[in-house]
DNA sequence: CGCCTTATAGTCAATCTGAGCATAAGGCGA
DNA sequence: TCGCCTTATGCTCAGATTGACTATAAGGCG
């Protein structure tokens, strides 16, 4: 793998899929957009071949999934190029036959209505992984799923690994430790190193272990949950310095809806007046004009995205402050 | 370029080939790793056909760098997927037959010293982008760059694109603009697209237009000069959240040394006590007990990264504050 | 021995941030 | 109709952070 452009190695030509993570809201939750899959495991992202015919992969990749969901998409990032369906499998025996490339991508799309041309299905993205949903409730899950990765921890440390424990406490901020949201696919990783994701079992051709089996959050095709937690963990951290997360919302809407939305993609409760000044200073929104009726209280203004300070302003995103309590008042 | 799994395209396979940009300091300053190429533009990154037998990318553009330089690599990162070699070539006419995938890898390295054995040179990279260096001097030629630049932005203006001068403004940081150092790719690609890089022209076969032939910067071989710029803007941002600074400094240093590390990265002069204090606080260094003599005023401490907060802090970079006044004192 | 150079410590004001209280304005039930 | 519940929105305030400056330390060198 990679070599002097003469070395009289074997070049070669390898087959080349494209895999999207499209995420859009519905009902305030983030959901993805899945396909059925033939295989075992019957959820995956949509993906297939590359194809030839378009200037740029991102320009291919956007007019592929426009197809696919009959909706615009208004923002695409490549995510990473993943060298095979399972990347930090040990011990793999692939020969060079069956060697496949995915490049993945991660799209935003607004909010669908189901439509029936849609080929393939919305998912609530925490039905994938319900441990980095922090927004209240649930401690319980959460309980359990640390109890089994200390286990697993303490085994590797005995095991030589020192700072096993140490790290574990930190990716998932037990034991007054800070979570760190954006931290999703290195928490995934450690389930999965730990074999207690499904897929690493179903990577090695077993049956999932015990363990795996009694696991919170749905299994997707290959290494496609994988992909999702990438996508996560990227949007996390994007919406805190790029606009990206008016790409998800409607044409007009209320500060409160907005604030919903980056809760709910960062998985974090946030503190409302401050989250409120740090966006009317950066002057992201301007009013509409237009008021929200039956929120239950007062009528909020509905206000609109600034398109212009994707010009003006180098770094204008979402800052996100996460209440020290952790919970909604 | 992209379908569903069983559409029925034509499922081409591409060849795949890997672009290595390997950063080493040498003499207070960020250098590349070229190797010489065949073709017009004798400057190339090392590149060579992706090979199987590795478990991952990365594992295996490590084991290749490492032949190349005869050195251990500190870190390693996926930068992008390029689909072509001129990537947003507008009026591009390849067809299918010679379509390529260029998977471009970061590599940062220890000092070299110059060894026989080395395959390749290490080149300033400020040759290439001499409009990236901010740290003092040389604004006669920026100037110029400028008003080539401008000239083409109320062009395009003129044809259509209302925001391009303005773009062109914030982008550089001119007329009061704050110059944004991370955005050294953003950069190369106006440049590109005003035809004042000479591969513009030469991706379409032309001669270098008058323009690009007057400008300043080594050009690269195919979409080297992209990349390279790429793994600009990507450093000079990872070093404000991840330790990665420390990747490319000796075993022992002196605080001055690590701060005149970080300006040559990111170009931009620093203000040195409070770079000290930011180092200090995050508790990134710890004291070898030995002193740095001969740097012609009091001696100052050695100190030594400490290993131990890649473990235990999430991110904790060399945060950068560039000086108001933008010059050394 | 005084002066030049660089290293390092400490101070201070402006700003930012996290968190609180207070008030506004709709709906709804008694 | 009036008070109460709910959400929206405005304002204050203390502590932390940041940008910039001053002062002192400790080498080398003429």
Known sequence: MGGGG?????????RV?????VIAMRDGEPHVLTVANDGASGVALPFGPLQAGHPTLQTGLRRWVEDLTH????????????ADHAPFQPNA???ADHQTISIAYLA???SPEDSATLQGRWRR?????????RRGGGPAARAHLLERLFAWAEAQRDAGDADCVERVRLAFGADGAAWDEERALERYEMLYEADLAPEAALDLGLEPSAAANG???LPMFADHRRILATAISRLRAKIKYRPVL?????????LTNLQRTAEALSGVPLHKQNFRRLVAQQGLVEDTGAMATGTGGRPAKLVRFRREVTVERPAPGVRLRATRRGSYP
């Open 246 to 254: 008016f790409e998800l919302m409607p044409a007009a809407f209320t």
């Open 125 to 133: 993205w925490y039905g994938f992984f319900p441990w980095e949903d």
């Open 17 to 21: 899929d494209l895999t999207a993570v």
């Open 93 to 95: 025996d692939h020969g």
């Open 215 to 217: 696991m919170p959050g």
């Open 6 to 14: 003469d070395q009289g190695g074997r070049e070669s030509r390898v």
């Open 108 to 110: 935003l799309a607004a």
């Open 71 to 82: 909706r615009k998409l208004g923002y695409v990032e490549q995510l990473y190029t993943f």
